[in-house]
């Protein structure tokens, strides 16, 4: 709608122009000078070959400088919480990555052989006491065919280990276990619910990955919903200096050269009151798994040395918690989590923006023009604009909590932006213009518009637009030489 508007403003002006053009012609031809008539005193010299410069004042009505300030979902984080193991940061860890994973002795304080989650664990010790074992009738009866359950650590008698949770054996024995598969196990895991921890919960077998996570308590955050404010717009109108020097280069045709600068400011304040709904961090770890059972995952909780599913224990379920598997590394991601049982926070939201913007203008044109005799000369010009263009801008955002969770003005969040750049804006102008004279000094009266192109900043929450095009009215004093 905008580039209809400046259109339409282009072609009324083009058609004015004109208009007075042509009415200035047929005026002209009736007061036009006769041949060797010699010119009163102080009548004004229009021959070609002159030169030209002056100096004055334009008011402008500039186009449009617009502030959107943009909301939505966003999350404040108070405190981001810290992890009790594992790594600090997103991404893969693990053998090969420089982030050390599990290794069966690197669990928190007071609990070093574990990784304990809120829908599971991992476990140096076996954990809970075997389940699934195997053993024959005789003779000789043997209760348990399978080896000793062990520990698990990553490093075992200075060879790496990988695996943490159940394993098969073959048995080769003298007494009634001999040709048994049978499993012992190496550490042990744990997954609550696995069908939904699991990448494949219809197939063991084809499962590659398991997830466990578990929120932090020492952490808050607050999930609002920023509120917007569109198109808050101005179109400044201002007084700037203004110089011009041309040529005249036929009787009926001058060309010209111009510049002026002009400073737009303006600024945006927003302040609401929002609800923040409490959340907590998530950490999302993701670990390599690998089975050999082609059953679907138990509904409900599974331990790697305690459950038996379908008619056989002789199964392997395994992790590799500080290792890559099949191409998989372990991997950690922190999210966010809603926690229902807090009652919202009240939270004041301000938003402030400020735009100083200085515009340095550059005009070449041309201007064709007819005489009124004994007075002056009409014209209309048409040219092109260059203007270098200085931005400064800067956004302010914090928000503030009112209760009931944190003290009433207990900061939540905050941050501040600043951008200062150069650009370029690039026009072209339509007008028309009244000089009168006496002899080689004259005063001169203008109007025209500019088109011009928009430039766009965004800053974090508040997208600044402006375009140093539109109207301006122009008065000038001069002089011919």
Known sequence: MKRRGHISTFICLLIIASSLAAVAVAGAQEFIQPPFVPSPPGTPTLMAGRFYFQAGVRYRSVESLRFDVSGGPQTLTFAAGTPLFGPLTSGNFGVGTGREGFTGTNGP?????????????????VDPAPGVQIGCAGPPAVAACGPADQAWTYITGGIPTPELGRQTFFVSSANCCNGLIVPGHI?????????????????????????????????????????????????????????EAGYQLYNY???????????????????????????????????????????????????SSDNIIGDTPAHIYQVTPNSPLRGIFPNRQFSTQLDDSIPAESIQETVSARADISVYETRIGGRSWV??????????????????????????????????????????FAISNEIKDWRAHYGAFVGSDLELGYGAAYVKGSVDYMWANALTYQLDAVNTSFNPGGMTLGINGGIHF
């Open 371 to 412: 005489p009124l005799y004994g007075l002056g000369r009409i014209g209309v010009t048409l040219g092109t604009a260059f203007m270098p263009t200085y931005y400064k801008l800067i956004e302010n955002r914090s928000y503030t909590a009112l209760g009931p969770n944190l003290p009433p003005g207990t900061p939540v």
């Open 187 to 243: 550490g042990s895991f744990s997954l609550n619910d696995a069908t939904v921890q699991v990448d494949n919960p219809n197939s063991i077998v084809g499962t590659t990955q398991v997830t466990l996570q578990v929120i932090l308590d020492d952490s808050l955050a607050f999930l609002v919903n920023t509120t917007p404010d569109i198109n808050r717009q101005a179109g400044p109108k201002l007084w700037s200096p203004t110089f």
């Open 253 to 303: 045709f001058d060309i010209f050269y111009g510049f002026s600068w002009f400073n737009v400011d303006n600024s945006v304040g927003l302040s609401n009151v929002i609800p923040g709904q409490v959340s907590r961090t998530l950490i999302i770890d993701t670990f390599p798994f690998v089975s050999d059972h082609d059953s679907a995952w138990p509904v409900g909780s599974f331990f």
């Open 109 to 125: 304080a007071g609990d070093p052989l574990r990784w304990l989650y809120d829908n599971g664990y991992l476990s140096g010790p």
